[in-house]
Structures are given as structure tokens and as C-alpha cells.
Nanobody
């Protein structure tokens, strides 16, 4: 069983960048697929980006493709979300989530698949 903790959120201007980190503890991080979800005020939580257990494949929501990059360093038990060319509509609470998926080469976009969640970090983009 792993625990996840996000960091790196904050305030950015439109067109700017932020980098979120997701630090894992308490388990073998390399056994888990990892994803970032976000929830804006008054909206449902949505999939943003995901990465397979070994980092070999990544997947993105259409509206962030080309602007956001998900990565991981298993040796450091950490996943990242580099967010560039931020837009006001990216404003949300961002959550790191994981489920055990060693050997699986795809990612679930369904939040119900994910067993482990961080507490979330606020990202606010001003226009």
C-alpha cells in the first residue's frame, strides 16, 4: 500500500508554467500506474495525464496534449506533471492517483480504477 503526496501547486499567469510533484511512500512505486486528475469548482474530477508503471507510455487529455508532460523517476519514488502554456481553464485542484498495474501497457482514465490518492494541490492560473 502506498501513500501519495502532491506538491508544487500555486499561482501562475496565463502562458506560464508550473511543475507538480507526486512523492510516494510505503510501497514499491514501480508496480503502480500513476495519473493526474483535476477538479475545478463546480465540475467533476477529470483525467489529465497518466503514465504506465515503467514510464514507457503516457496518455493525455486532449486539451492538455502538447502543453503538459507527465513523467516519473521510480528510483526516487516520484512522478511529475510539467505544465506549460497554462490557461485560466487549467485552474483546479490537481490530484495524483495510482493503482497497481505492473506489466500493463495502458492507463485507465476512470477515477474508480485508482486505489490511492493524494490530498490534492491547488493550481490557479490568472488571465
Amino acid at each position: 500500500q502506498i501513500r501519495l503526496e502532491e506538491s508544487g501547486g500555486g499561482l501562475a499567469q496565463a502562458g506560464g508554467s508550473l511543475r507538480l510533484s507526486c512523492a510516494a511512500s510505503g510501497g514499491t512505486f514501480s508496480r503502480y500506474a500513476v495519473a493526474w486528475f483535476r477538479q475545478a469548482p463546480g465540475k467533476e474530477r477529470e483525467f489529465v495525464a497518466g503514465i504506465t508503471w515503467g514510464g514507457g507510455s503516457t496518455f493525455y487529455k486532449d486539451s492538455v496534449e502538447g502543453r503538459f508532460t507527465i513523467s516519473r523517476t521510480n528510483a526516487w519514488n516520484t512522478a511529475y506533471l510539467q505544465m506549460d502554456t497554462l490557461k485560466p481553464e487549467d485552474t483546479a485542484i490537481y490530484y495524483c492517483a495510482a493503482y497497481e498495474a505492473i506489466g500493463i501497457v495502458t492507463i485507465s482514465r476512470d477515477e474508480n480504477t485508482y486505489n490511492y490518492w493524494g490530498q490534492g494541490t491547488q493550481v490557479t492560473v490568472s488571465s
